[in-house]
């Protein structure tokens, strides 16, 4: 049992709290029961798993699966857990695993592609992506900076949907959308100017959706090249919705579109 904060592969795993050091390490950090379960149900390779006793205890099924899908397996003193866990609670496990050990690349029949301009809190990326999930996005792009991919708050939030999207973060994301356009996609934002209500496009159609930062909206450059400025009506003098709420308004809406059109399969 590691019981020292001081023990070299504590130090290493609690660094991975930090940004730089995820991208230097190479590595992500995965926390909590729901979010280990999941990686275990889509087979996803780890690198290293650090349980304590109670944990075991507590869930035995996955603890023996954890022994054989983990390249190195440790159990921590409940006062070291605390150190490498990102929240106030931990429940007791955490793993890393390698930032490029799954490759993202957008289908050639891409029918949905949602990009995603600035986003800056973890919480709003983490519902993006769950509700990508929900709603049929078959993948996703970020802009450089938008708040990391596998920052261990979005994957919370995600409330294990992450290893189930597609996504990657795009360097250019005005010549994407100019290469989609020409494809014959109809390219979608949201716009407090827009003249369209979601209901009056055809979602159901091949679409990439823009989605912008929290206070400042979509980056003008990224605006511009919409084919379609929609506006989600509402009441009571409010003028815009938090991007996750927005975000997961407009795909519910394709998929009534689709339900209502009967296409699903």
């Known amino acids: 049992m590691l019981i020292s904060a001081q023990n070299p592969l504590v130090k290493q795993v609690r660094k991975l709290h930090n940004s730089k050091e ?5 590595l992500h950090l995965l926390e909590g029961t729901n979010l280990i379960s999941v990686a275990l149900e889509v087979s996803y390779p780890l690198v290293t798993v650090l349980t304590t006793e109670l944990w075991q205890k507590k869930n035995p099924f996955l603890w023996e699966k954890l022994q054989s899908q983990g390249e190195r397996v440790e159990t921590v003193s409940e006062e070291v857990m605390t150190k490498l866990a990102t929240t106030v609670n931990p429940d007791g496990v955490v793993a890393t695993a390698k930032r490029d050990s799954v490759v993202s690349h957008p289908q050639q029949n891409l029918q949905l592609g949602l990009i995603l301009d600035r986003i800056q809190d973890p919480g709003n990326l983490g519902t ?11 993948f996703i792009w970020l802009s450089r900076d938008c708040v990391d991919l596998d920052n261990p708050k979005v994957m919370r939030a995600s409330v294990g949907e992450w290893f189930k999207i597609k996504a990657k973060v795009e360097d250019n994301l005005s010549l994407l959308i100019t290469e989609y356009q020409e494809k014959g996609y109809q390219i979608i934002a949201t716009d407090l100017q827009g003249d369209i209500k979601p209901w009056q496009v ?30 989600i009506p509402l009441f009571n003098g409010v003028e815009s919705l938090n991007v996750a709420i927005a975000s997961s308004l407009i795909l519910h809406e394709r998929m009534r579109q689709i339900e209502v059109r009967g296409l699903r399969g």
């Open 202 to 231: 055809d979602l159901t159609a091949p679409t990439i959706i823009l989605m912008g930062n929290e206070s400042r909206g979509l980056s003008a450059n990224l605006k511009n090249l919409a084919t379609h400025k929609l506006k």
């Open 22 to 26: 995820r991208h230097r390490q190479n």
């Open 128 to 138: 993006i992506i769950r509700s990508s999930v929900a709603m049929g996005v078959d």
